[in-house]
Nanobody
């Protein structure tokens, strides 16, 4: 059974940094595509970033572009989200998602994955709180 376990969340002041990790287990091989989403209380889920294992391509939501970096460690089947210059509006529960099979990156595929949440497996989430 595939499991995704997030870690690294916490509380930080505005301008600070956090690094989230998500480890996938129960799957032989590497996940072709992994992503991060977030949801704040009373708001809809928002796609944050996606990483494509074939080609190491990445795609970011405009709200985090230039501040967040997604990366993947194939050997550990782990995806990371480095979050810098954090803002209070980044406060949310952050979820990891993974898809074992994916085509190569295209802008349209990445956009739709983040908009529709088109991933097969999901983690339980880790809370990020940014104070002003």
């Amino acid at each position: 059974q595939v499991q995704l376990v997030e870690s690294g969340g916490g509380s930080v002041q505005a301008g600070g940094s956090l690094r989230l990790s998500c480890a996938a287990s129960g799957f032989i091989g590497s996940m072709d595509c992994m992503g991060w989403f977030r949801q704040a209380p009373g708001k809809e889920r928002e796609g944050v970033a996606v990483f494509y294992n074939v080609g190491d391509d990445t795609y970011y939501a405009d709200s985090v572009k230039g501040r967040f970096t997604i990366s993947q460690d194939d050997a550990k089947n782990t995806v990371y989200l480095q979050m810098n210059s954090l803002k209070p509006e980044d406060t949310a529960m952050y979820y990891c998602a993974a898809d074992p099979y994916s085509l190569r990156y295209t802008n349209d595929d990445a956009f739709s994955r983040l908009k529709e949440g088109r991933f097969r497996y999901w983690g339980q989430g880790t809370q990020v709180t940014v104070s002003s």
